[in-house]
């Protein structure tokens, strides 16, 4: 079955992580997707293990579903070419900031007048009418103005630190794909592109302040910000005999279930903290030391089997082997080995969702750098004399085939 974005053409002028994360989850949903790299490519290409030079683990798991097409944009005939791409294109992402798209002559006034119906969105690091408008952004550096790493400090040991995954270049990605299908949803019903920014900083403010606004929400402040359960330093996952369990002993039902299980059920009723959620989350720090003390007392297989039981959210700790090992992964299938035409064998990770129609799926391999350059040019219009050309200037780059 087609995907559901099958026949729309994206172009990717996406770099690192954040972009191409994005791009890749349009290429899963069916969209055909055309990454215009540079003359030595995406820097990802030589991020981690790899077989073959330009064709690291990290690209191949952000790069699937997608054709590589090489344009060196600083000379006029590869910056041609692109702009008669765009003609024929229903959505472009890049991951730069404005001023550079402004630079290469690529803004949305000007991509716009030669396509109307274009989807123009950019993601990058902060919205375009602050003081931040011209900054470079990373990860670590939204993560950081964000105060994620004073959180980690506030429950830790006093040390700020980063969060050990990309979890803001991911989380931004989702947020342009879902900006890229809001914004073709609204063209179907128009006819009309439009531009659309997604700012890093200010798309993760929310994950921020959601909960830990609190009472600092109103005006005059019912109280500082922080929500008191996730910043209680007990929030961790609990050691057992032999190892530990992640529980979330939550609602009224829980805690009664987890006194009963405990054959301590009057205690439920006896004790004040237990009385109202308010009064949890006010003794939380509490209540988390009295779970870790009980759970030190079996093992790890014991607890989950009773947390089953009882029907209260628990599940085991992983560590990274063994998340690739897990039952629920294995199961459904998760986790693929493949065959890539020149990278041999590798593990793929499945699409996440599951659609009854126009599911998800991969099509193509993560590409060899310019795999997809006279093909792509070809359905553009060039003959392969024009294309033999502008590989001799170097204005493009055509693979070898195998």
């Known amino acids: 079955m087609s995907g559901a974005l099958d026949g729309v053409r994206v172009v990717d002028l996406t770099t690192v992580l954040m972009g191409p994360f994005a791009t890749q989850m349009l290429g899963d949903l069916g969209a055909d997707v055309i990454k215009v790299e540079p003359p030595g490519g995406d820097s990802t290409r030589a991020l981690g293990p790899a077989r073959h030079v330009g064709m690291s683990a990290s690209f191949l798991h952000t790069n699937r579903n997608k054709r590589s097409l090489v344009l060196d944009l600083k000379q006029p005939a590869a910056h041609a070419a692109l702009l008669k791409l765009i003609e024929s294109a229903d959505v472009l992402v890049y991951n730069v900031r404005p001023q550079a798209m402004a630079r290469l002559g690529l803004t949305w006034d000007a991509l716009s007048a030669r396509n109307p119906r274009l989807i123009y969105v950019g993601c990058f690091g902060y919205g375009q009418h602050g003081p931040y408008a011209a900054k470079p952004a990373y990860d670590d550096l939204i993560q950081g103005v964000l105060g994620l790493p004073s959180l980690i400090a506030r429950v830790g040991d006093g040390v700020p630190r980063y969060v050990p995954i990309a979890m803001i270049d991911r989380s931004v990605g989702m947020a342009a794909v879902n900006a890229v299908c809001a914004a073709l949803?609204?063209?179907?019903?128009?006819?009309?592109?439009?531009?659309?920014?997604?700012?890093?900083?200010?798309?993760?403010?929310?994950?921020?302040?959601?909960?830990?606004?609190?009472?600092?929400?109103?005006?005059?402040?019912?109280?500082?910000?922080?929500?008191?359960?996730?910043?209680?330093?007990?929030?961790?996952?609990?050691?057992?005999?032999?190892?530990?369990?992640?529980?979330?002993?939550?609602?009224?039902?829980?805690?009664?279930?987890?006194?009963?299980?405990?054959?301590?059920?009057?205690?439920?009723?006896?004790?004040?903290?237990?009385?109202?959620?308010?009064?949890?989350?006010?003794?939380?720090?509490?209540?988390?030391?009295?779970?870790?003390?009980?759970?030190?007392?079996?093992?790890?297989?014991?607890?989950?089997?009773?947390?089953?039981?009882?029907?209260?959210?628990?599940?085991?700790?992983?560590?990274?082997?063994?998340?690739?090992?897990?039952?629920?992964?294995?199961?459904?299938?998760?986790?693929?080995?493949?065959?890539?035409?020149?990278?041999?064998?590798?593990?793929?990770?499945?699409?996440?969702?599951?659609?009854?129609?126009?599911?998800?799926?991969?099509?193509?391999?993560?590409?060899?750098?310019?795999?997809?350059?006279?093909?792509?040019?070809?359905?553009?219009?060039?003959?392969?004399?024009?294309?033999?050309?502008?590989?001799?200037?170097?204005?493009?780059?055509?693979?070898?085939?195998?």
């Open 185 to 402: 949803y609204r063209r179907e019903k128009t006819s009309v592109g439009q531009a659309v920014d997604v700012p890093m900083f200010e798309t993760m403010v929310p994950f921020m302040l959601g909960e830990h606004l609190a009472g600092a929400t109103f005006e005059p402040p019912e109280g500082s910000p922080g929500y008191p359960r996730m910043l209680a330093r007990e929030r961790t996952p609990f050691a057992t005999q032999d190892g530990y369990v992640c529980t979330l002993i939550y609602t009224d039902q829980h805690w009664r279930r987890f006194f009963a299980m405990l054959g301590r059920a009057e205690d439920f009723d006896r004790d004040p903290r237990l009385a109202t959620f308010a009064s949890r989350t006010n003794n939380i720090a509490d209540l988390y030391g009295m779970i870790a003390d009980i759970l030190r007392t079996r093992s790890t297989a014991e607890w989950l089997t009773l947390f089953e039981q009882a029907d209260i959210p628990a599940m085991p700790l992983n560590t990274l082997e063994s998340l690739v090992d897990d039952p629920q992964l294995a199961a459904t299938g998760y986790f693929k080995v493949v065959e890539h035409p020149s990278e041999g064998a590798y593990r793929q990770m499945a699409p996440g969702s599951v659609w009854t129609e126009s599911p998800p799926s991969v099509r193509r391999h993560a590409p060899r750098l310019g795999e997809h350059s006279a093909e792509v040019l070809r359905e553009i219009g060039y003959a392969d004399a024009a294309i033999a050309t502008l590989a001799e200037a170097g204005a493009t780059q055509v693979a070898a085939q195998i």
